[in-house]
């Protein structure tokens, strides 16, 4: 560049430019052209010279720079400055604006201090992100346990803990399916138990409660 050191030239972090009295990129490193001019033209063989972008000075605006009584070493601005481009991209950054024969000369770099904010931000919506996944991990785990006991539940007998008719059913579904797919015979056994009732009504149930009937007792 003429009006900056060419050291600036392929920088993207840092935006350098010189522009004429009616916003004519005169010239421009990449990270000017990038963030003014059109980000998926900066790698293309294209001259973005003479391309008007007094337009993209949104605060402040071009001409409010241009009408800025020139301070020490003819400074115009010094701050923040928010630009767009052609792409509806918009990024505020810290500049100083100097009037130049030609024009004005633009140098502008990213707010580092915002960029550890947004990092550090990011880094606790990780965190937190985190902590969520880990007690949700924690909730689904529960879930299931308390599933798998409920079915349990429903497949056992309470008193002894045995399968329940449910639970027959479903192995004996299963068992004629193994037996089906492998080609061999299926056998079921039953037993029975004579008297079996006198051991349910002694075992399998509890004794009844039985109250006073005189109150006043």
Same mark, same amino acid.
């Given at each position: 560049? =003429?009006?900056?050191? +060419?050291?600036?030239?392929?920088?993207?972090?840092?935006?350098?430019?010189?522009?004429? &009295?009616?916003?004519?990129?005169?010239?421009?490193?990449?990270?000017?052209?990038? #963030?003014? *001019?059109?980000?998926?033209? *900066?790698?293309?063989?294209?001259?973005?010279?003479?391309?008007?972008?007094?337009?993209?000075?949104?605060?402040?605006?071009?001409?409010?720079?241009?009408?800025? /009584? &020139?301070?020490?070493?003819?400074?115009?601005?010094?701050? #923040?400055?928010?630009?767009?481009?052609?792409?509806?991209?918009?990024?505020?950054?810290?500049?100083?604006?100097?009037?130049?024969?030609?024009?004005?000369? *633009?140098?502008?770099?990213?707010?580092?201090?915002?960029?550890?904010?947004? =990092?550090?931000?990011?880094?606790?919506?990780?965190?937190?992100?985190?902590? #969520?996944?880990?007690?949700?991990?924690?909730?689904?785990?529960?879930?299931?346990?308390?599933?798998?006991?409920?079915?349990?539940? /429903?497949?056992?007998?309470?008193?002894?803990?045995?399968?329940?008719?449910?639970? #027959?059913?479903?192995?004996?579904?299963?068992?004629?399916?193994?037996?089906?797919?492998?080609?061999? &015979?299926?056998?079921?056994?039953?037993?029975?138990?004579?008297?079996? =009732?006198?051991?349910?009504?002694?075992?399998?149930?509890?004794?009844?409660? +039985?109250?006073?009937?005189?109150?006043?007792?």
């Amino acid at each position: 560049m =003429k009006a900056f050191s +060419t050291d600036l030239d392929a920088l993207r972090s840092v935006a350098a430019a010189l522009l004429d &009295p009616s916003g004519v990129l005169l010239e421009g490193n990449s990270g000017f052209v990038r #963030l003014v *001019v059109d980000s998926r033209l *900066v790698d293309r063989d294209a001259d973005h010279m003479g391309v008007r972008v007094s337009a993209f000075f949104i605060h402040p605006s071009f001409s409010a720079l241009l009408g800025c /009584s &020139p301070g020490e070493a003819d400074l115009l601005h010094d701050g #923040l400055i928010t630009v767009g481009n052609r792409e509806g991209n918009v990024q505020t950054l810290r500049a100083r604006v100097w009037r130049h024969p030609e024009g004005v000369r *633009v140098l502008a770099e990213y707010d580092i201090d915002e960029l550890e904010r947004m =990092k550090r931000s990011v880094l606790d919506l990780s965190g937190d992100s985190a902590v #969520l996944h880990a007690e949700t991990s924690r909730v689904n785990f529960r879930l299931r346990q308390r599933e798998a006991q409920v079915v349990a539940a /429903s497949l056992t007998d309470p008193l002894t803990g045995a399968g329940n008719r449910r639970r #027959l059913q479903e192995a004996l579904t299963q068992e004629v399916v193994q037996a089906h797919q492998a080609g061999t &015979p299926l056998s079921v056994f039953m037993a029975d138990i004579d008297f079996f =009732k006198r051991v349910n009504d002694r075992y399998g149930t509890a004794p009844a409660t +039985t109250c006073s009937s005189d109150s006043r007792r």
